[in-house]
């Protein structure tokens, strides 16, 4: 007979927990306590493969336990857990958790070749700006268009599998593309509505992140308060030192752990915000020689901008 202790017992049973689904152990942030932690090492224990990087990404970005972070998510990245390994190859790009002459960029791309060979498609994208840019890797353009271009068709293949309003945006039907000139969508970098990322779900790690950090400071300790989130909403992972994360070379106003975290985030909303620095400078100077209060028209401009 199934009493209920003992199907209390068979929830608990490392078999059940090995197999919980990701959707099972999706915590939330605003749902953390002992038990959800204890829940999460347990699963992890039993060799759950989504609960040990969940876990692991926690630990890492939360706590700041780089150590016991790392050791989850490299856990759950040799069992092939193609989120875990790109979340790694940040982490080695960005030297996370390290003083900045701990970036690694060579194994970054290593692990996003694995990640990408699992058909993790900002990984794809990723490796492709690092051919293009011989970041840690052999500098090869072609090769690296060649990667970006697949990257854009697989956004583009999922679009068209889930009908999502992305393939419209693809084929420059929804009028949210309007270029200067004729273009093909898919052959641009990031530049475009590329079908597919506008309305993705994020990782549940990643929301975690971000709800986490809606709430908290960042960081801990000296220096804690000049360390920023990614500015792509959905991804929330935050600096580990100061100046840690690429900003965008053209306003210098947003900063991103990642290319594919600046690509996402260039298609659904940087794109219509970004105003050279040199412009809002010169808006600045423009106001300040008219009223004689250099300070104050800078601030001006700058909130007219409505910068984060
Ligand atoms: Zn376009
Ligand atoms: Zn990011
Ligand atoms: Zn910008």
Not at 30 to 53: H, I, K
Not at 194 to 205: I, L, T
Not at 211 to 239: F, H, I, K, V
Request: contains cysteine; hydrophobic residues 40%.
């Amino acid at each position: 007979m199934l009493t209920c202790s003992r199907f209390r017992e068979l929830g608990q049973h490392k078999l059940v927990l090995r197999r919980a689904s990701p959707a099972c152990v999706a915590v939330r942030a605003g749902a953390w306590c002992d038990d959800a932690r204890r829940f999460l090492v347990r699963c992890a224990q039993a060799g759950n493969t989504e609960a040990s990087y969940l876990l692991g990404m926690i630990l890492f970005y939360c706590f700041e336990n780089r150590k016991l972070g790392s050791e989850l998510l490299g856990a759950a990245a040799r069992r092939g857990h193609a989120e875990a390994l790109y979340s790694m190859a940040i982490i080695q790009f960005n030297g996370s958790g390290l003083p900045k002459d701990g970036r690694n960029l060579h194994a970054g791309a290593q692990l996003c070749v694995r990640a990408a060979s699992r058909g993790h498609n900002d990984a794809l994208r990723e490796l492709g700006h690092c051919v293009s840019d011989g970041y840690g890797v052999r500098r090869s353009l072609s090769g690296g268009r060649r990667l970006l271009i697949q990257a854009n068709f697989r956004e583009l293949c999922s679009a068209v599998a889930t009908g999502g309003p992305g393939f419209a945006a693809a084929l420059g039907l929804s009028g949210e593309c309007k270029p200067p000139g004729p273009h093909m969508c898919l052959l641009s970098d990031y530049g475009c509505h590329v079908a597919g990322s506008a309305g993705r779900r994020a990782h549940a790690a990643n929301a975690f992140l971000a709800e986490w950090y809606a709430s908290r400071q960042l960081g801990s300790g000296a220096g804690a308060g000049a360390l920023r989130l990614c500015s792509q909403p959905t991804c929330g992972r935050p600096e580990t030192r100061k100046h840690e994360f690429r900003r965008c070379s053209v306003c210098s106003a947003v900063i991103y752990c990642s290319r594919a975290c600046q690509a996402l985030h260039w298609k659904v909303a940087h794109k219509n915000e970004c105003v050279p620095m040199a412009h809002w400078l010169d808006a600045a100077n423009a106001n300040a020689n008219a009223n004689g209060n250099a300070v104050a028209a800078v601030e001006a401009a700058a909130a007219q901008m409505a910068m984060p």
